[in-house]
């Protein structure tokens, strides 16, 4: 089945696209995988080896929308209620104020997330699942729109907590970005001989305006042969040798989710199998758990090879 000829991105999404496009230079298809995550609801792994614009790309899409940012350094130090908060004791009244973390807005910006220990990153779990967090017997509601977007080195071992597969299945995408190209660096080289600051990051759109676009990605519709079609990319994924972990169900959720905010950026109002298969490797790669003893980017690109493989051998409606 070919894809029918799209109207292209609305205007909304196609000043996200200009927006993030102004400071972090080339990688189109990065930019489109970052906007999808935003207005599919989920949350972006930003991963490659260091010095290629991972924190950049974040801020520059965080920067895209006027709502409440903040960016967090990840430590071995980071304590977990350094980003949720805590109760402090107000001896004037006799009672726990509650002071919110910097996860209270709706993007948070986890840099270097695998600096933090287990404990530390285990705090965004219920977090990213279900966009509140439990404090003191207490729950709280977060921000709508709700954003994490982490960014990792996975060639750095020293000082470094992997994210457990629990945690890396709640990322909806992991973008790869890549070295640029000989352009496209000489270009950085030419107009980027001081990094931009946050304050030349203008907004583009408004929280309303981002709301709409994800009740957009809802009315997408997906036919029911493409719902097979993911169902059978997930069972794939489980007999797939030299896999331990295939896709769990919350991940074939995922990669219609996915396809379906992808539609929308596309200009589109209904799914075809080519939006699955381009957000299959972003989507799955990181939550296949291969029988590889290290964690790096021999494992990342081996999983992808896998999620390459996989779509070969299933047919498409």
């Known amino acids: 089945?070919?894809?029918?000829?799209?109207?292209?991105?609305?205007?909304?999404?196609?000043?996200?696209?200009?927006?993030?496009?102004?400071?972090?230079?080339?990688?189109?298809?990065?930019?489109?995988?970052?906007?999808?995550?935003?207005?599919?609801?989920g949350h972006l792994l930003i991963e490659d080896v260091p010095g290629i614009g991972k924190t950049l790309l974040g801020v520059a899409l965080a920067r895209a929308f006027g709502v409440s940012f903040r960016r967090v350094q990840f430590t071995n130090d980071l304590l977990p209620s350094d980003i949720l908060g805590l109760s402090i004791y107000d001896p004037k009244n006799g009672s726990f104020d509650f002071k919110p973390g910097p996860i209270f807005s709706h993007v948070l910006l986890a840099d270097e997330i695998n600096r933090?220990?287990?404990?530390?990153?285990?705090?965004?779990?219920?977090?990213?699942?279900?966009?509140?967090?439990?404090?003191?017997?207490?729950?709280?509601?977060?921000?709508?729109?709700f954003l994490v977007i982490a960014t990792q080195n996975p060639v750095e071992y020293h000082g470094t907590f992997p994210l457990p597969e629990a945690q890396l299945d709640r990322f909806l995408v992991r973008v790869r970005i890549g070295y640029p190209t000989h352009e496209d660096e000489l270009r950085i080289l030419r107009e980027r001989d001081r990094p931009p600051s946050?304050?030349?990051?203008?907004?583009?759109?408004?929280?309303?305006?981002?709301?709409?676009?994800?009740?957009?990605?809802?009315?997408?519709?997906?036919?029911?042969?493409?719902?097979?079609?993911?169902?059978?990319?997930?069972?794939?994924s489980r007999a797939l040798k030299g896999v331990r972990l295939g896709l769990s169900p919350r991940g074939a959720l995922a990669l219609a989710r996915a396809a379906r905010a992808l539609a929308v950026v596309e200009g589109r109002g209904h799914c075809v199998p080519d939006d699955l298969k381009a957000v299959a490797v972003p989507v799955m790669a990181h939550r296949l758990l291969l029988d590889t003893s290290l964690y790096g980017v021999a494992r990342v690109s081996e999983a992808e090879a896998a999620v390459h493989d996989l779509l070969r051998g299933v047919r498409a409606p």
């Open 198 to 236: 946050a304050e030349d990051m203008k907004p583009v759109l408004t929280r309303e305006e981002v709301l709409a676009l994800q009740a957009r990605v809802d009315a997408v519709h997906i036919d029911e042969a493409l719902l097979d079609y993911a169902v059978r990319i997930a069972e794939a």
């Open 116 to 145: 933090s220990t287990p404990k530390t990153q285990s705090a965004l779990l219920e977090a990213m699942s279900e966009g509140q967090v439990s404090i003191d017997g207490k729950t709280h509601a977060l921000p709508d729109p």
């Open 1 to 41: 089945m070919n894809p029918p000829a799209s109207a292209g991105p609305s205007v909304s999404v196609q000043l996200l696209i200009d927006a993030v496009a102004k400071s972090f230079v080339g990688k189109p298809e990065a930019v489109k995988l970052t906007i999808v995550a935003l207005i599919a609801r």
